[in-house]
């Protein structure tokens, strides 16, 4: 009868270490990021991040509006209101953002072509 492996995050974490350490003292950059990206995964640092739409989902929109209202439809009022917030814009329209004040010259933005649009300067990172 074959014996479960015991196999612990504080397990894997120390084999990542040692693949780490291995890489390091051979020389090989490429088996070090592995090594580290493997661990910070384990440890919820590094996360995968998919795609849930197409972009043809926002290709042939031609507003601001257009793009909060498909947000607010697939996320939610909460995320349509982060970008709304981080475009400078108020939404929904007609009522102050529950994330951040819109200046009041920034309101009629969102009926702009997204051509006309200015990209803002301190974007999400």
Not at 44 to 57: F, H, M, N, P, Y
Not at 72 to 83: I, K, N, T
Not at 104 to 125: I, R, V
């Amino acid at each position: 009868m074959a014996k479960k492996a015991d196999i612990t995050v504080d397990k894997i974490l120390t084999d990542f270490q040692e693949a780490l350490a291995m890489a390091k003292e051979r020389g090989q950059p490429n088996e070090i990021v592995t090594a580290a990206k493997a661990q910070a995964e384990l440890v919820g640092l590094w996360k995968q991040r998919i795609e849930t739409g197409s972009v043809a989902d926002y290709e042939s929109m031609e507003s601001v509006d257009e793009i909060l209202a498909k947000v607010e439809s697939d996320m939610g009022l909460e995320a349509a209101q982060r970008l709304a917030s981080a475009l400078g814009v108020t939404w929904p329209k007609g009522e102050a953002s529950q994330v951040q004040q819109t200046p009041p010259e920034a309101s009629t933005e969102a009926e702009m072509p997204l051509a006309d649009l200015k990209t803002p300067t301190d974007a999400l990172n």
